[in-house]
Each structure stands twice: as structure tokens, then as C-alpha cells.
């Protein structure tokens, strides 16, 4: 009987550690620069948000997650917003349900000091919830967007469009000398004879010599 060969058993795949986020370093770049590139990147920051919020998930790969978001935010940048109409739903509908869960809280309290603050938050989620279903809307039904010509109006004739202004041409200015004062220019007009006097024209006789009395002590001076 001939021995038959053992065959090892085949290593286990290196399990991969689902928090270690792959980092991509450019040849012209230092690992520091690649991790300061690397903390700027919006998905990345959300994902390792997304881990601290959900650990009730257990364990997450934050690689899965960011390239998931990645891929989301394409989708929205090419003008797919399925995703964000259903998070906009889903969230209004959570907000309601904390809306509920206080405001029955708020009826079953036993004391005002209870009573108050369950009330307050429960409105403000039922506002948060009013406020996320009117960005669902305009997301649905964006409206018309109107250009419309600024004008900008003197106090007086004078009015100013804020749209390009035509170069003026030269030509005959508006503005001309009142003909009425000014017959042409240099010309003065003529205002002809002199007129007689009115009868409101009256002669004005000489005015007599005037006697001051000889002391200064007098009684004034008088009109000969």
C-alpha cells in the first residue's frame, strides 16, 4: 500500500479591517498631503459620520460606504433625485413620529415643568416635519424663474436702463438756445425805442438846505 500525500490546507484569506479606509497617494504627492486631500472629500467625511451614528448596525466597511455616497451624488449631479425625494419622505414621516411620541408625552405629564419642554420640542418636530415636506415640494415643482429689466428712475425726466447702452451718436443737441432770448448765436436782440415815462414816473424837485442849529444841544435840524 502506497502512503498518500497530505495536501496543507489552503491559508485563509486576510480578513480586511472594515474600519481602514483606503487612501489613494499620488506619485508627486507626500502621505500627509494624500490624508489632507483625503479629509476633504465630502463623502468620506459623511461616511465615518454614518459609522458613529449607526454602530447599531454592528460592524460597517467605511469603504462600502463611501463609494455608495459617491455614487449618489453622481446620480444627483446628472439630475437623478429618487434618492433624495425618498430621504425628504422618510425623514418627514420620522419627524411626525417624534412629533407624536412628545406630544403624548407632554399630555400624560404630571407636572408643568414636564408638561412645557415635552410640548416645545414636539413642535418644533412637527415644524421641522412641515418645513422638510415644502422642500419636497419645490424639489418636485421648482418655480418659474423670471428675468426681468431693471429700470432705475430719477426724481426727475430721467430715467436709466440697467441693459447695454448704445453708443450716442453725434448730432444736433436737444438742448438749443431759447429762441425767444437768443436769436442766433453772438446776435443779442433788439429791444428797440425807449419807452416814455408812466404816470408813476414823477419828477423829484431839489431838496432844500438843510439848517442845524448852532449848539449841538439844539432841537434839531430843519428842512428850509
Known sequence: MTAQKKTAPKPEP??????????????????ADAMARTSLNPTIQAALTLMDYN???GELSINTL??????????????????AEALLMAQA??????FNNLARRAINSEYLAQF???????LRAQSQSRATLETLALLKNPPPIAFVRQANIAHGPQQ????????????K??????????????????????GTAGFSDTQLETVGKVNRT???????????
Open 93 to 98: 414621516h420620522t419627524l411626525d413620529a417624534i
Open 173 to 194: 443737441s436737444e438742448n438749443q438756445p431759447n429762441k425767444v432770448l437768443e436769436h442766433q448765436h453772438g446776435e443779442r436782440l433788439d429791444f428797440g425805442t425807449a
Open 116 to 122: 412645557e419642554p415635552n410640548l416645545k420640542f414636539a
Open 66 to 83: 463611501v463609494d455608495d455616497l459617491g455614487k449618489q451624488c453622481e446620480l444627483a449631479s446628472n439630475g437623478d433625485l429618487k434618492r
Open 214 to 224: 448852532e449848539d449841538e444841544s439844539g432841537q434839531g435840524a430843519s428842512i428850509a
Open 160 to 171: 436709466v436702463n440697467n441693459s447695454a447702452v448704445e453708443a450716442s451718436r453725434a448730432g
Open 55 to 57: 454602530k447599531h448596525f
Open 14 to 31: 486576510k480578513k480586511e479591517n472594515p474600519k481602514a479606509l483606503k487612501v489613494t497617494q499620488q506619485p508627486t504627492e507626500t502621505a
